[in-house]
């Protein structure tokens, strides 16, 4: 089976480099999977998990925003921040979590409430690959 390159990138480091059989990503226009091939595409993300497919096992990757640059044989992501499960401290994770919950409850304004409303999103996504 052929394979392209993933690549997760954020400001401070590389976080995943694979060849991989499929991609599963999520852009604002919906959830997307990419085999090698793939036409060219550029497309912002959503904060979500990245699924690569390898053989018959998956490895998930927990990426807050940014964007995927899809190629013929490789797919980067330069993603705000990443982790792999074994980074994600869950203590931490269910923390914000909480903290996010409490904000959207006392929220002021529309920029706080869009701030908790990411902080959750980035925690739950941090939690359902550890949890």
Request: avoid cysteine.
């Amino acid at each position: 089976m052929s394979t392209l390159l993933l690549e997760i990138v954020t400001p401070e480091r590389t976080v995943y480099a694979k060849d991989v059989n499929m991609v599963i990503l999520r852009g604002v226009e919906g959830e997307m999977g990419i085999l090698p091939h793939h036409v060219p595409t550029v497309t912002p993300l959503k904060i979500a998990a990245v699924v690569a497919k390898i053989g018959g096992k998956e490895e998930k990757i927990a990426v807050s925003g940014g964007f995927a640059e899809i190629r013929h044989e490789k797919v980067v992501i330069l993603a705000e921040s990443a982790e792999l499960p074994d980074e994600i401290d869950l203590d931490r994770a269910q923390l914000a979590k909480k903290r996010a919950e409490d904000r959207l409850r006392g929220r002021k304004d529309e920029v706080d409430f869009r701030r908790a409303e990411m902080a959750l999103q980035r925690a739950m996504n941090r939690i359902s690959l550890r949890g």
